[in-house]
Nanobody, 124 residues
Framework: VQLQASGGGLVQAGGSLRLSCVAS????????MGWFRQAPGNERELVAR????????YYADSVKGRFTISRDNAKNTMYLQMNSLKPEDTAVYYC??????????????????WGQGTLVTVSS
C-alpha cells in the first residue's frame, strides 16, 4: 500500500490550499482515510478523517468550519480543502489509512499506512 500526499506550500494567512492523497495497492473504497499534521515540537494530531464511503466525516475542533475532507473513490484520491488558513496551521500534513477495512479511528496508532507528508506554511 502506498499513499502519496501533495499540495502543500507557502500561503498567507487567510488563504487556501488543497491537499491531495493518492492511494495505491489495495481497493481504496474499502478503507477509511485520515489527515494528520505535526508542527515542530508538537505531537502528531488528527485533523480530519473520513469513512470508506465518504458518507461520514470528523474534524478536529481547531479546523471545523475551515477545512473540508473529501474523497473520490473512482480516482483513489482523498482531499483536504483548507480555507481561512492561520499561522498555527503550519505543519507537515500526512495522509494515513488503517489496515482494517471499513474501520475508522481517531487514534494515530490505528493507522498502519502513511504518506510521506507535505509541508504547509502559513505566513502572518
Amino acid at each position: 500500500v502506498q499513499l502519496q500526499a501533495s499540495g502543500g506550500g507557502l500561503v498567507q494567512a487567510g488563504g487556501s490550499l488543497r491537499l491531495s492523497c493518492v492511494a495505491s495497492g489495495r481497493t481504496f473504497s474499502m478503507y477509511a482515510m485520515g489527515w494528520f499534521r505535526q508542527a515542530p515540537g508538537n505531537e502528531r494530531e488528527l485533523v480530519a478523517r473520513i469513512t470508506s464511503s465518504g458518507g461520514t466525516t470528523y474534524y478536529a475542533d481547531s479546523v471545523k468550519g475551515r477545512f473540508t475532507i473529501s474523497r473520490d473513490n473512482a480516482k483513489n484520491t482523498m482531499y483536504l480543502q483548507m480555507n481561512s488558513l492561520k499561522p498555527e496551521d503550519t505543519a507537515v500534513y500526512y495522509c494515513a489509512s488503517p489496515s482494517r477495512a471499513y474501520y475508522t479511528s481517531p487514534l494515530s496508532s490505528s493507522y498502519a499506512y502513511w504518506g510521506q507528508g507535505t509541508l504547509v506554511t502559513v505566513s502572518s
